[in-house]
Every structure is written in C-alpha cells, then in structure tokens.
C-alpha cells in the first residue's frame, strides 16, 4: 500500500490502513510528527523524497494526498496506466455532518493506547466534530472513524524531539473555533494530567469562546491496572502519588519534593520518567526508600506493543536500560508492584472471608 503525503491529512488513511494491518509505505520529503513517530517505531515506512512513477510498480492501491492537487492527479493518471487501485485527493471533500453542535472547542481525553477507552460523551462529540487536533498518545485509530469532511490537524508532541508550539495549537483552537467549526482537541489520557489541557482553555476562554471539558481515563491508574497492578491495595497502601519525572530531581526547576516521596509509605506512580530514571531511583533511595521496594514499567501500555518489565527499585535503572525502555512509560513504584494477580485474588478472596 503506498501513501503518497505526509500531512496530517493522511492520518485518517493510515489509522484505517493500520486497523487493516496493511503493510504501508508513505512517500513524502517532509511528514507531520505523528507520520514520523509511526515511521520510528517500524509501524509504517517512510521514504522522505518527492515519489516517482516507479513507486506504484509493487503496490495494489495508492493514496494520493499531496498538498498539490496537481500532483496527485498526476499519481492517479500513473496509477491508471498500471492499473493500480488509486484515491486521490483533488478538492477537499465539502460536505457537513448531518447533525452538528455549535461552534466552539471541546478538549476530550482519549485511551490510554486503546481507541476503545475514550468516554461515551468523547465519542459523540468526536464524531460530531469539523475539526480534530490530535495529540501523538491520542489513539489514531480514532480517526478512522471520522468523515472525509474533516479536517485533522497533527498537534503531536513527540518527547525531546519537534514540538509543535502550543502558542500555535492555541490558534488553531481558537482561529477554527471563530470560523464557525465545532472543534475536538483529543488528548492523551486525561487532559489536566500533565497534558497543558487548562493551557488551551484558558487561551480559548480568553478568546470568548464555549469549552467542553471530557476526561479522560488517565494512564497513571489505566495503564497498570491494564498491567495487572491495581495502584491502591486497602492492606498495603492509604496514598498513591502521581508525580511528572520530566525533570531530573537536581534540575533547578523541578517543583517536586522527591526527599519527601522518598519517606512515604504508598503508591509513587511516575510519567514522564524514562529519560531520568537512574537519577530518580537514585534520590529516592538516598532519600530512605528501601532499594528492594517493588517496581514495575509498562512501555506503550493498552496497545499492541506494550511491555511490562517488573524490578526493584535498585535495579530499575539498570533494567530499563538492558530492556530499552521508550517514552511513553508509566513507572509504579512500592508494594503494590510486587502484586501478581493471582496474589491479588488470594489476598481479596481472604478479606472477603
Ligand atoms: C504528557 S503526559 C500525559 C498524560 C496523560 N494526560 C494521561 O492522563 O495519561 C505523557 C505521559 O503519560 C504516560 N502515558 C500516556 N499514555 C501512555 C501509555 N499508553 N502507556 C504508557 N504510558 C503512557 C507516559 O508516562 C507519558 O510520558
């Protein structure tokens, strides 16, 4: 399958595609971060250069989705001649949904990793929307589902790579939402987890329009409850922590105290941690935690990818390095990471008497 384009229109395409489990080759000198990501972690192939004839000799059906209509007519003109299967895109597909709500923003959580976790109220709005911005932990699958009539617009942050300026993601929220466009913004999770959803609200409120908050199931419970870890045992633990590790503990501007998470007895859920993890364990063992404490990581949790690696925290670092752990992680960290759950039946079945 060849994907001729690079731009966020083509995420819809690929989201169908990949549901399909189709083997996908995307064309295009320059992709939007999203195409990238998809590219680095081997789910699709990219060829960052302009496509030649020669591409459609392997393929049974192309998409042309270049900005350029000339270019894609010229794909579909080539396609024809080989008898390959084609869509191209000329003029941008015009029509509305039937039914629609009034212009204005509506920020909706989504997954975490699996289209099927985003709320009830997330998904009639989604699929009532005229334009979507979506977030890189968003579930692409969702687009699937959305009408040829709607624009998407690729906000994705891709961790200490390209980041799309929020200043930017702020006007196209409001600049859409103006133009008379009921506009989704589905985020990763929930949307005020460590996700800048209150950033784009605010922006929006100033701009004088109607905002529409959905949460989210956030990754910090989902993704290990998905693992098979529940964050909160009644026997074991009375706190659960969620703390950003985007920042090293000795970064100058880091707001968290980790002297303190190290004295605390409960549950210390990490995002954002992968980068800095030696550093972190490392501070919380100074700080008194036992070394041995349970710890557990699961990489791209709720999707097809994901890995569990189960540690302690004096070898989490050393682990995460041997087994190349990547953003995006969710780190848990005290008792409850050393529950299997079978253990965690037992102990419930006992306390039930
Ligand atoms: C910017 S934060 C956003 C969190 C999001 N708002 C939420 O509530 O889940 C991004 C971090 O969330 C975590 N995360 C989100 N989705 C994940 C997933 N499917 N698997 C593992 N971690 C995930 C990772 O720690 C990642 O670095």
Avoid at 33 to 53: C, F, N
Avoid at 68 to 92: G, K, L, M, T, Y
Avoid at 102 to 118: C, F, K, S, T
Avoid at 230 to 255: F, Y
Wanted: hydrophobic share 50%.
């Amino acid at each position: 399958m060849a994907v001729f384009g690079g731009g966020a229109r083509v995420l819809r395409e690929l989201a169908r595609l990949l549901a399909a489990e189709a083997a996908i080759t995307v064309v295009a000198p320059e992709v939007c971060p999203t195409v990238e990501a998809l590219a680095t972690s081997g789910r699709i192939r990219w060829e960052p250069r302009e496509w030649r004839e020669t591409d459609l000799d392997e393929v049974w059906f192309a998409f042309a989705l270049l900005p350029d209509p000339a270019a894609n007519a010229a794909i579909a003109e080539a396609a024809e001649r080989r008898r390959v299967f084609c869509s191209a895109c000329w003029p941008e597909a015009s029509a509305p949904p039937a039914e629609r709500p009034a212009a204005g923003v509506a920020l909706v959580g989504a997954g975490p990793g699996d289209p099927d976790l985003i709320t009830v109220r997330g998904r009639r709005l989604l699929a009532a929307a005229d334009v979507v911005v979506i977030d890189r932990l968003a579930p692409l699958e969702l687009l699937a589902e959305l009408g040829d009539q709607v624009e998407i617009v690729d906000a994705a942050k891709i961790p200490y790579g390209r980041a799309a300026a929020q200043q930017y993601l702020n006007e196209v929220l409001v600049d859409r939402a103006r133009a008379g466009k009921f506009v989704v913004r589905l985020k990763g999770g929930d949307p005020y987890v460590f996700g800048r959803g209150f950033e784009e609200v605010a922006a929006c409120a100033r701009a004088g329009l109607r905002v529409t908050v959905v949460p989210g199931v956030s990754s910090a419970l989902a993704v290990p409850a998905l693992a098979g870890v529940p964050v909160t045992h009644r026997r074991m633990t009375h706190e659960l922590t969620i703390v950003s590790g985007h920042l090293a503990p000795s970064h100058p501007d880091s707001l968290v105290d980790w002297a303190a998470l190290a004295r605390l007895r409960g549950t210390l859920v990490v995002l954002m941690g992968v980068t800095h993890i030696a550093e972190t364990a490392d501070v919380l063992m100074r700080g008194g935690k036992d070394p041995a404490t349970p710890a557990l990581v699961v990489q791209e949790g709720a999707t097809p990818s994901q890995r569990t690696l189960r540690s302690t925290l004096a070898s989490l670092a050393a682990d995460c390095a041997e087994r190349r752990i990547v953003p995006p992680a969710v780190f848990v960290i005290g008792e409850v990471a050393g529950l299997s759950e079978t253990e965690g039946v037992a102990v419930a079945v006992g306390a039930d008497g």
